[in-house]
């Protein structure tokens, strides 16, 4: 019970931080498995099942754009901030910015 309890907690907690890792990469535009795989580079896993049910309510949302690229073998849809999408970014940097040093004065630097 304890080990769902900790997934469950750690899952919520993915959930709020990946909205701002995706808007972090799509300054320029990418298409869904670069971005998945840029992010894990960084560090950050996704699935490709969370990721485009992501894309697709940020862009319902009006924070990204997309685009169909076809000029290769198999086309690609490419992603990109709008700028009303740049503008809720930099908002959600400076609030992550604030959280983050209010959980360091929490919690310190425990390893």
């Known amino acids: 019970m304890e080990k769902d309890l900790l997934e469950s907690l750690l899952s919520e907690l993915r959930r ?15 298409y869904g498995y670069a971005l998945v ?17 992501l894309l697709r309510r940020l862009e319902k949302q009006e924070l990204l754009c997309s685009e ?4 290769e073998a198999k086309p690609r849809k ?10 809720i970014y930099k908002e959600l940097v400076a609030q992550w910015k ?13 390893k």
């Open 37 to 53: 795989q840029n992010l894990e580079e960084k560090g950050i896993s996704i699935d490709a099942n969370t990721l485009y049910p």
């Open 68 to 71: 169909w690229n076809t000029d």
């Open 78 to 87: 490419y992603y990109k901030r709008t700028v009303y999408g740049d503008t």
């Open 16 to 30: 709020g931080t990946l909205i701002l890792c995706v808007l972090s990469q799509l300054g320029q535009a990418r």
């Open 98 to 110: 604030k959280m983050s040093k209010g959980m360091k004065s929490l919690i310190g630097d425990d």
